[in-house]
């Protein structure tokens, strides 16, 4: 697979998504702890770089700057569609349910419907925090006070992605957030969805639950997209080749293993063949290996370094060589939770 993938590989390409209505753009940009007073600007430096993916969440508390910065971009770039830009976010870790996550839905559809200009205060502190009860994403604000009325015509109209942010609380509250986002796809207001942090036994799960769903004769929905922690050091073989069975797409977060292996071994032979940096070389492994990368930073020229790994290939032998076959997460891991 790494070889098929290296020789086509650019900043454009695109992965099919198994709902048969769209693509996801590989190399993504993600914004995990940055701050809601720079990622407006930092989004569109990024987009304005090439990237055409950018991966946020409700309990990042920075979905309104990444939509303000879209906006911005598609307003001084009319050439570009709304639909060349995919923006995936998630249902709160510490909500759960079938209510909570109708909430959560309409307050992150509130942001993307009603983008807020690069010069409004609010962009300078974090967006309302979801409680999943809250259905707008500026409470007492007369410019939001009828964010429900809002269609698809309006801001960016559409979420590209909902993802349940973690396997929180009982099957049943996750079923029933799922049939949430299910219902809300059916209204068009997300294109897709997914779940991030499942293990094996939390897909199966939901697989079963679709299915039976769908014995029923209601809409069970499909797992598009896997995200997770996805590195050399954290491979998951148990989970990707689950995903790659059912044709999920695998979004990895934290694919510089939070730049904790800087000055490995591997990292370091590979680096003085290539004269890349350790951050190009682990994107570089995670794109050959055809998953979706979301390196993140807050910082112009580490976005542009990370999106500059076009121009190089990693051979066979050091794609195999980087997947070491460990367990070693370097961030939380709600893959191997119980509940």
């Known amino acids: 697979m790494a070889e098929e993938m290296s020789a086509t590989l650019s900043i454009a390409r695109r992965l099919p998504l198994s709902g048969g209505k769209g693509a996801i753009p590989q190399l993504g940009y993600g914004v995990y702890q940055c701050p809601a007073a720079t ?6 430096h990024a987009l304005q770089s090439g990237y055409r993916h ?5 309990i990042y508390r920075n979905e309104h700057a990444v939509v303000a910065g879209t906006a911005q971009f598609l307003r001084l770039n009319p050439t570009v569609s709304r639909s060349d830009i995919f923006i995936s976010t998630k249902f709160a870790p510490h909500l759960k349910g079938y209510e909570a996550a109708k ?5 992150s559809l509130s942001h993307f419907r009603n983008p807020l200009a690069l010069n409004d205060a609010r962009l300078k502190i974090p967006a309302v925090r979801p409680d999943g009860v809250t259905r707008v994403a500026w409470p007492g604000y007369d410019d939001f006070a009828n964010s429900g009325e809002k269609t698809e015509r309006d801001g960016l109209g559409y979420i590209d ?4 942010h973690a396997p929180s609380g ?4 996750r079923n029933g957030a799922w049939r949430a986002m299910v219902e809300a796809q059916g209204r068009g207001e997300i294109k897709h969805l997914g779940v991030s942090n499942y293990g094996v036994r939390h897909l199966k799960e939901l697989f079963e639950f679709i299915e039976g769903e769908e014995r029923e004769g209601r809409a069970g929905g499909k797992v598009e997209v896997w995200q997770g922690e996805v590195h050399p050091w954290l491979s998951r073989w148990d989970i990707t080749r689950l995903c790659e069975e059912k044709g999920i797409v695998v979004q990895a977060y934290s694919p ?4 904790t292996r800087w000055g490995d071994k591997l990292l370091r032979e590979v680096k003085e063949r290539t004269g890349k940096s350790e951050a190009q070389i682990l994107v570089r492994w995670s794109l050959q290996m055809g998953f979706v990368p979301l390196p993140k930073s807050e910082k112009n020229e580490r976005i542009d370094e990370n999106a500059d790994v076009f121009d190089f290939e990693l051979t066979e032998e050091e794609v195999k060589k980087l997947d070491t076959g460990k367990y070693e997460p370097s961030s939380w891991d709600p893959t191997v939770w119980t509940n």
């Open 54 to 58: 950018i991966d946020t969440a409700g």
């Open 39 to 44: 990622t407006a600007a930092t989004t569109l």
């Open 256 to 259: 510089l293993a939070r730049a």
């Open 103 to 107: 909430a959560s839905i309409a307050q």
């Open 161 to 164: 992605l909902y993802l349940i």
């Open 170 to 173: 009982t099957l049943e509250e």
